[in-house]
């Protein structure tokens, strides 16, 4: 598990690498990286379990 710090460090990464790109340019970054990142896990069901958490906290009012 990532400590608080190395968490903002990766969220910063990922800014970083999206700086300069359009707004498609970030989703296609995005969409990458989330699967990139599924593949690391390699569990379907904390997949499933981050998708749905991700999915109530943008819809959340």
Do not use: N
């Amino acid at each position: 598990m990532l400590t608080p710090d190395q968490l903002d460090e990766a969220y910063t990464a990922a800014c970083r690498a999206m700086g300069g790109a359009d707004a498609q340019g970030q989703a296609l970054f995005l969409a990458r990286l989330a699967l990139l990142l599924m593949k690391e896990v390699g569990d379907a069901k904390r997949i499933a379990v981050a998708i749905e958490a991700a999915r109530a906290g943008a819809t959340a009012s």
